[in-house]
């Protein structure tokens, strides 16, 4: 429209009365007509539908569906036709007992993240310990990331994370056990005056010094290596959550994996952060509860708590966290905490202290994966500044770092590994050879 049209239009409108704004609740009458026919063809299609179960809700076809030369368009819209839903056959109906729209928190088995479970058994002086451990084997010559998990926890905590490493680095194995007192790994006492008769009995009495989690760790990777049929230890990578991570930097310090280890992680646990939060840990296990009525509720409550911060890896790493207690007409079956976190109190300080300085100390790549950089104390901040160490901060995630984020920390772990792979590393020949070579030339 030109502007010529629009001042004449302008000029024509402004001389025209000015309507009202309609009240509410008015109805145009050409409206009422059309709601007024729209009830009468919904009245008609009730008549007819009611005529339908009069015949065992069949209509006869139109004309036009039986001539056999009528084309296919045609057939189809007499077809459309001649299928109506009756209301009072409740074809849409929801079925009795259909979710509702909430998916369940169902467990997920761990054949999804794992190759396989291995039970292997070993004799100490006092007991005889029969460890759990899930294992994906390495392929064509790749590394070996060993995990292990904080307290309370399980084998199954790296399970997802397991799963996003093999995704990124194909030819890489886990090796994902239960600690002691922890997860399906159980004792039998040699002692003649007691025996672990009970998973009850057995929560009270494990011992789990860091000397004592750090001896089954090296023994679990020699009895893979036997039970594999292993010539030689693949290259290994080591990864602790919280006392895992005192535990792998233990083994890795003590040097007893000789020079298979190749470098160590530690997630979201430093020396000063986590001792000052021993105080108030009885506060916060006496605010868990004490039980829950299926596994279902357990997963749900560590996702709405925020203490598992992805359904996935909760739905396999949780049921693994709880037991089911002995059945009775009295009580219904509930689900208890596997392990009794109140009982471990006295190892507590031994887990962590010199935590720092043991990092910093050992032997082989280093990487600190931490929810927040408050958590360093001097010593490791001193150690990042001169680069001893590196280090990756996650602020979105939780506690569970590899549990909340497990893609993000797969993938921070595998490129570690790269830079601390030393079977693609090419040294220059020594000085010395050199020299021998000079000389058997000359000679």
């Given at each position: ?366 990487l600190l994966l931490l929810a927040g950089t408050d958590r360093l104390d001097k010593e490791l901040t001193i150690g ?60």
């Amino acid at each position: 429209m030109s502007d010529l049209q629009r001042a004449f239009a302008k000029a024509k409108l402004s001389g025209l009365p000015f309507d009202p704004p309609l009240p509410p609740g008015y109805v145009d009458e050409e409206d009422e007509i059309e709601e007024m026919k729209e009830e009468e063809e919904e009245e008609e299609e009730e008549e007819e539908e009611d005529e339908d179960e009069g015949n065992d809700g069949l209509r006869p076809l139109p004309e036009s569906s039986r001539d056999d030369d009528s084309s296919s368009a045609s057939s189809s819209a007499s077809s459309t036709g001649t299928v109506r839903p009756s209301p009072s056959k409740h074809l849409f109906a929801r079925p009795k007992g259909a979710s509702t729209g909430k998916k369940p928190l169902d467990q997920l088995p761990w054949t999804s993240f794992f190759a396989q479970e291995l039970y292997l058994t070993r004799k100490t002086p006092t007991a005889i310990i029969t460890h759990h451990t899930y294992l994906t084997p390495p392929l064509e010559k790749g590394p070996l990331f060993v995990t292990h998990h904080g307290a309370g926890s399980s084998g199954l905590s790296f399970a997802v994370c397991a799963s996003e490493i093999r995704k990124a680095l194909p030819n890489a194995g886990i090796l994902s056990l239960d600690a002691r007192g922890h997860g399906e790994t159980t004792l039998q006492s040699l002692k003649e005056d007691h025996e672990y008769g009970s998973l009850a009995e057995q929560r009270e009495v494990v011992n789990l010094s860091l000397e004592t989690l750090s001896d089954d760790l090296i023994h679990v990777i020699g009895l893979v290596k036997e039970k594999m049929a292993w010539s030689e230890l693949p290259g290994l990578v080591l990864i602790g959550h919280s006392l895992g991570g005192a535990v792998v930097t233990e083994a890795a310090k003590s040097g007893r994996l000789g020079n298979a280890v190749l470098a160590y992680a530690v997630l979201d646990v430093v020396e000063g952060s986590a001792i000052d939060a021993l105080q108030s840990m009885q506060s916060y296990l006496s605010t868990r509860p004490k039980s829950f009525p299926s596994l279902s509720s357990g997963i749900e409550w560590h996702i709405r708590t925020r203490t598992i911060r992805n359904s996935l890896s909760a739905r396999v790493s949780v049921p693994s966290l709880l037991c089911a207690s002995p059945f009775s007409s009295s009580t219904p079956s509930t689900w208890t905490w596997r392990t009794n976190l109140s009982a471990t109190q006295p190892f507590w300080e031994n887990w962590f202290v010199g935590l720092s300085s043991k990092f910093l100390a050992a032997k082989g790549g280093k990487l600190l994966l931490l929810a927040g950089t408050d958590r360093l104390d001097k010593e490791l901040t001193i150690g990042q500044m001169q680069g001893k160490y590196q280090i990756q901060v996650f602020p979105d995630s939780g506690h569970f770092i590899h549990e909340d984020l497990p893609e993000k920390t797969a993938m921070v772990l595998v490129n570690f590994y790269r830079r601390n792979d030393r079977s693609k590393l090419v040294l220059p020949p020594k000085v010395g050879d050199l020299l021998k070579m000079k000389q058997e030339k000359r000679i």
